[in-house]
Nanobody, 125 residues
């Protein structure tokens, strides 16, 4: 089992920045990929970014490229999401997710075995 706990959400003005963090505990040696998803009000949960636990390859959804950066710390077992130039459309609950199996597909939610409880990000315009 892997437990995930997110932190760092909050209220920010458009154009501002926030840094989300996800702390993993438990069977962290089994981790293959860590990711962030988000769910805006009235919308489906969507992929935001992911990072391979070994090697560090990163993946982003098109709408956040250049504004959002995913990073990891294998010693602290954390995955961070640095969000800059935030827009009102970034308002959502952000979820951390982890998968223990390797695969070339990154985005589908069904591939992830563990999920955090989510943290709210609200961007005011």
């Amino acid at each position: 089992q892997v437990q995930l706990v997110e932190s760092g959400g909050g209220l920010v003005q458009a154009g501002g920045s926030l840094r989300l963090s996800c702390a993993a505990s438990g069977r962290t040696l089994s981790l293959n990929t860590m990711a962030w998803f988000r769910q805006a009000p009235g919308k489906e949960r969507e992929f935001v970014a992911a990072i391979r636990w070994s090697g560090g390859d990163t993946y982003y959804t098109e709408s956040v490229k250049g504004r959002i950066t995913i990073s990891k710390d294998n010693v602290k077992n954390t995955v961070d999401l640095q969000m800059n130039s935030l827009k009102s459309e970034d308002t959502a609950i952000y979820y951390c997710a982890a998968r223990t199996t390797y695969g070339t597909l990154i985005r589908p939610q069904r591939l992830y075995d563990y999920w955090g409880q989510g943290t709210q990000v609200t961007v005011s315009s």
